[in-house]
């Protein structure tokens, strides 16, 4: 049984068909990047997925449960399915720590004192234990976002969704974070990237997914849909972003 799964997802704006159909399985401990040009769907996608947008038709399975039915509360489901935005959105008047610790004090009622000795291992295991008290003003760009990982892993996800989030960085800032995202991996998140790191994705995605239009048009192993593409929808891709 897959961890997460998209069964003919549809999802319009008006009459902008973004999402036409999508069919997305995500094993448990799987990584799965989603690649494509902007404008494509991956963010929809992804927003769909943890139910912050409503869907238009098809279905959400997580954990053999259908999560798209009518009337289901999203928040027990949101607070399973973490997400990471390009953008960080840390709360710029308030520290490290206290961002972090912010979901889980509102949605779970956890005291500071609880959250505590948890919130500081994870500042220590991603090398930002230095950091706890600073506020978002005396961080970079690449310390903030992985405050904004930790903050997401504060709230005990199961899975993990990543919206480009190396793409507002300096680019010597961008291999920090995909550190924390390989160590995540090798933790056995289960995660879902939409990228535009393709060597990063080719490296380490189980599962890479070409999106084209708001189908995906061509997935696999990464060997695979960077190795020997088989659309030429794909291939024009590559050859223009490698
Ligand atoms: P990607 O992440 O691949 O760049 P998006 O999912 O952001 O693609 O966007 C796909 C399309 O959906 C675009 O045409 C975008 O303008 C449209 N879109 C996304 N979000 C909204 C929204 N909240 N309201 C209206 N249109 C939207
Ligand atoms: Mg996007």
Avoid at 45 to 67: A, S, T, Y
Avoid at 78 to 90: H, K, P, T, Y
Wanted: glycine share 8%; proline share 5%.
């Amino acid at each position: 049984m897959a961890k997460l799964e998209a069964k003919g997802l549809r999802k319009s704006f008006g009459e902008n068909k973004v999402c036409r159909g999508i069919n997305l399985s995500i094993d448990e401990g799987e990584m799965v990047c989603l690649i494509g040009a902007s404008g494509s769907g991956k963010s929809t996608l992804l927003r769909c997925l943890n139910l912050l947008e409503p869907i238009d038709d098809g279905e959400i399975w997580l954990d053999g449960e259908d999560i798209s039915v009518p009337g289901l509360d999203p928040q027990p489901v949101r607070q399973r399915i973490g997400m990471v935005f390009q953008s960080f959105n840390l709360f710029p008047h308030m520290n490290a720590l206290d961002n972090a610790m912010l979901a889980p004090r509102r949605v779970k009622g956890m005291t500071r004192e609880a959250l505590l000795p948890e919130v500081t291992a994870l500042f220590r295991r991603f090398d930002l234990d230095d950091r706890m008290d600073h506020y978002p003003d005396q961080l970079s760009g690449g310390q903030q976002q992985r405050v904004a990982i930790v903050r997401a892993l504060a709230m005990r996800p199961e899975i993990m969704l990543f919206d480009e989030i190396t793409s507002a960085l300096a680019p010597e800032l961008v291999g920090e974070v995909l550190d924390v995202l390989r160590q995540l991996r090798a933790e056995g998140m289960t995660m879902v990237l939409a990228t535009h790191e393709m060597g990063f994705a080719r490296e380490l995605a189980d599962k890479v997914c070409f999106l084209d239009a708001g189908i995906i048009l061509e997935e696999g192993a990464p060997e695979k849909v960077f190795g020997s593409p088989e659309r030429d929808r794909t291939r024009e891709f590559l050859s223009r972003v490698l």
